[in-house]
Structure formats: C-alpha cells, structure tokens
C-alpha cells in the first residue's frame, strides 16, 4: 500500500476557516505538510475564531493568516509572510468562495461581481501570487464545481466564476510546466458543508435524484482528491479538472 507523505511541504489553503477549505487543510496536515489557513476578516470575528480553533486543534505545523483573496496586495503579503516563516511553499489550494444566486434577471450588479470578483479574480490573484515563490516541482489545485460545468439555474455568476476557473488551470499548465509545477482543478457536486446547508430542502431533494450513487458527497472525499493532486502519485497530472460528484452530469 503506498502512503501519500508530505512532510516537509508547506501548503497554503485559501477559505479553509471552514467546510471544503477546512477540510482539505486537516487532510493535508495529516499527511504531514505544514499547514497555512488562510482566511477572510469578517466584521463579526467568525472565520478569526473559526481557524484559530481549527490551528489550535491541528496543533504543530499550523498557522491561520488574514488575507482577502481579492486584495492583491494583501495575498503578496500572506505569501511573503509564508515563506519568511518556512523558506518555502509547495502546494496552493484556491477555495476561497461565495454564493450570492439569484436569476439574471433579477441580479444586481454587485451580486455578480462580487461572486466573480472573490472566487475567479481572487484566484487569479492567488496564482498571480504565488506561482514565483512556489517551489520547482510545485502544486497548485483549484476548486472548481460542476455548476461550472453544467450550469444551475439562478448561478450565473457562480456558474461563469467556475467555468473561469477551469479555464484558467488549463492555461497556469502550460506556463508554468517548465518548472514541473502542476496546475490542476477539482470539480465537486453537492457536498455537504455550511454552503450547501443553505439550499432549499426541495431544490436538494431535486439534485439528490440526479445523482447516481444517491448521497451528497463528504468534505472528507473532496479532500482526499486534492491529497492526491499534491501528491507525488499525480505528477504526470496536470491542466485537468477531476470531477468529484457521485456520478452526476444533468440536468
């Protein structure tokens, strides 16, 4: 049995105060890589609690640093303080989003671009970011969604935010293959985290029934995917978008 070992790296995950992002840092601390959870300063101080509690319970290997992902500046700066505390980054893992769905017509202008603004351009920003400071043989794992791919009513903004995505990882492949750093994406369905808590129960019993294996996936199960993006099991493994969503593909 081959085990995923990442000690000695250090992985900055973006969002990871909670759910998909909290996740993937636990996952990837377990496996031995030294840990940073960024999150976004919120006026009520809950993510600041929520990833000081996450830091406190990984223990050793962990530190939680503030940073809008659509301030560019202010993700210079988390990265700079990244590597003068360790001398070193090897994995990024863009999760930092939000929903605000509504159908078009009924969308404001800021209800769109503040979607596109945090979860296309703050990865953008991100990658932008990070890409000089990563070392040779790096990794670089977005979040994407299948809404991205097939479209939910009510998501435009979600929907082409993802869709960029994609596209993006496609394009970091190639510019950044010379230094053998990997730029992949992962694709997920429903997965139950606090986001997904906040669709209607009818409108869940609707994508349930488009599902093949008939279950919502596990933050756990997306997590694992990404371990192994950053692993040295997916090092011929780059440009691609790993649909992790039980089988389901529409409507």
């Known amino acids: 049995m081959t085990t995923i070992d990442l000690s000695g790296k250090v992985a900055v995950v973006t969002g990871a105060s909670q759910g998909l992002g909290l996740a993937t840092a ?93 979860n296309l351009t703050g990865v953008y920003n991100v990658c932008k970011a990070s890409q000089s400071r990563l070392a040779a043989g790096g990794r670089i794992v977005s979040m994407a969604s299948i809404s991205g791919v097939i479209g939910f009513y009510g998501q435009a903004n979600y929907s082409s935010a993802k869709a960029g995505v994609i596209a993006l990882t496609k394009v970091l492949s190639k510019e950044l293959a010379a230094r053998q750093i990997t730029v992949n994406a992962v694709a997920p369905g429903v997965v139950m985290t606090e986001m997904a808590q906040t669709i209607p129960d009818d409108v869940r019993d609707q994508m349930l029934a488009n599902i093949p294996l008939q279950r919502f996936g596990e933050p756990s199960e997306i997590a694992n995917v990404i371990l192994f993006l950053c692993s040295d099991l997916a090092s011929y493994l780059t440009g691609q978008t790993l649909h992790v969503n039980g089988g389901w593909w529409g409507p």
Do not use: C
Not at 86 to 104: C, G
């Open 26 to 118: 636990t996952t990837l601390h377990a496996a031995g890589a030294t840990v940073v959870l960024n999150y976004f300063q919120d006026a009520a101080g809950m993510n600041q609690s929520r990833a000081a509690a996450a830091v406190a319970q990984l223990g050793e290997r962990a530190i939680a640093i503030a940073a809008d992902v659509r301030d560019r500046p202010g993700v210079e700066a988390m990265f700079d303080q990244v590597v003068n505390t360790y001398q070193r980054l090897d994995i990024v893992i863009n999760n930092a989003a939000i929903i605000r769905d509504r159908s078009l017509r009924k969308m404001t202008d800021d209800e769109w671009s503040d979607v596109i603004d945090t």
